[in-house]
């Protein structure tokens, strides 16, 4: 067999086997609840992974069941969240917000949480209505152990965990990896893991098989 003849089977079997992954673990996007990161039509591709602050996650709507969603792992087991009107606090650190620009009804914000080197702080958008609907926690809720505490990205639009209540780990079915979708102001067309350039509009995530 030839070195060229070689090239052309082992491409083949990459395309079989990036086929078959696409087919298993793709997911589209249906709803707007993780706006501005995630918008209607777009792909993402969903593994079993370790969890880590600042991964969305799929799971069963608490209550909906038969709807997967996904949310944002904003705190783990042990730390403590206090919302308020102004942004979100984790063991009394802030998550910084800047604003990034303005739709007709929402702003977009990009979110911060930041890490001590070397791991890299991780990025994404929120949006807010430009009547934000008013909300604020009257006590910290402290995360139990083997349990996330889950945020959708669109603040005013979604249910998560401040309904919910946090959410068992075993509920958690897997990460996002991976998205593919149309390039808009705040997005890049492609993102995988690690990247920071989830640069995108806001909408929430109801997906579909």
């Known amino acids: 067999m030839s070195a060229f003849t070689k090239i052309i089977k082992g491409a083949a079997v990459s395309l079989v086997v990036a086929v078959a992954v696409s087919c298993v673990f793709a997911r589209r996007v249906v709803g707007t609840d993780m706006a501005w990161t995630l918008q209607p039509g777009d792909l993402v591709w969903v593994f079993p992974s370790t969890i880590q602050r600042g991964d969305l996650v799929q799971l069963a709507d608490p209550f909906d069941p038969t709807r997967q969603v996904l949310r944002r792992a904003i705190a783990g087991e042990g730390q403590t969240v206090l919302m308020d009107n102004d942004g ?34 991780n990025r994404w958008f929120v949006r807010r209505l430009l009547e934000p609907v008013r909300w604020e926690m009257d006590h910290k809720i402290e995360v139990p152990e083997g349990h996330w505490y889950l945020l959708a990205d669109d603040r005013d639009g979604a249910l998560d965990s401040r309904w919910w209540g946090p959410v068992p780990a075993s509920e958690i079915t897997g990460v996002a990896r991976l998205r593919v979708s149309i390039a808009d102001f705040w997005r890049a067309p492609t993102v995988g893991e690690g990247a920071s350039d989830w640069r995108e509009p806001l909408e929430v995530l109801l997906i579909e098989e």
């Open 88 to 121: 979100v606090r984790v063991d009394r650190k802030r998550l910084r917000q800047m604003e990034m620009g303005r739709t007709e009804t929402h702003r977009v914000l990009k979110e911060v949480q930041w890490s001590k080197p070397p791991a890299r702080a």
